[in-house]
């Protein structure tokens, strides 16, 4: 996973409430264990009229040529639904950094945090200030200091973040990354145990 420290961009608004992990990456797209091409099957059923890649639904917003941007803003339960790691690996694959949501389910956020995709949570009233931004507007979220902002308007609001896992966001760490970044010490440890 690559270090993220902070993340300056414009966003993509998905408004809807209790988005599952199907409707993120349907069952039928889970056939790879690698964790790449998911991305270009986000939100598939959602995108596309009759699954077919060449008849995009126009009104969708991942269709939308002005909406983009690293930082996908959805409603409320976002992840919800199966346990799919696979609904982070799509998300990453097309290019989101992070998602923002007043609520998140808990095996999607471990998954997300797991996979270097930061689960960002706001208040409702942050996140429906949010969704009446124009398509321009940016956000800046800090992982050091564990704030988000509204850039035009400064508003501002802190999240919560495992400590173990901002570790592994800040320095791009996965779970084996980590226990190699602390061998030294685990070898010292082990000297003064013989």
């Given amino acids: 996973m690559k270090p993220v420290q902070k993340i300056n961009s414009r966003f993509v608004p998905l408004p809807m409430e209790n988005v ?3 409707q993120i990456i349907p069952a039928r797209f889970l056939k790879a264990t690698s964790r790449d091409g998911f991305g270009k099957n986000l939100f598939r059923d959602w995108r596309y009229i009759q699954d077919d890649e060449t008849k995009p639904k126009p009104d969708f917003i991942l269709n939308q040529p002005q909406y983009g941007g690293d930082i996908l803003v959805a409603g409320k339960n976002f992840g919800c639904g199966s346990s799919r790691e696979h609904a982070a690996w799509a998300i990453v694959d097309y ?3 992070a998602v ?3 609520f998140f389910a808990d095996i999607f956020k471990n998954n997300a945090l797991n996979n270097g995709l930061l689960p960002v949570t706001v208040s409702e009233n942050f996140l429906q200030t949010i969704f ?5 507007s940016t956000l800046d979220i800090d992982i050091e200091q564990q704030t988000i902002t509204i850039s035009e308007t400064q ?9 173990y896992k901002k ?3 800040l320095n791009g760490y996965d779970d084996i990354d980590f226990l190699l970044s602390r061998r030294v010490a685990i070898e ?5 145990l013989a």
């Avoid at 508003?155 to 400590?163: D, M």
């Avoid at 010292?188 to 003064?192: D, G, M, R, T």
């Fill in 100 to 102: 923002v949501s007043s």
């Fill in 95 to 97: 290019g989101f950094k």
């Fill in 167 to 169: 570790t592994c966001l």
């Fill in 155 to 163: 508003q501002r609001e802190s999240f919560a973040l495992n400590p």
């Fill in 132 to 136: 009446t931004l124009s398509n321009t």
């Fill in 20 to 22: 599952d992990t199907d």
């Fill in 188 to 192: 010292n440890f082990e000297k003064e």
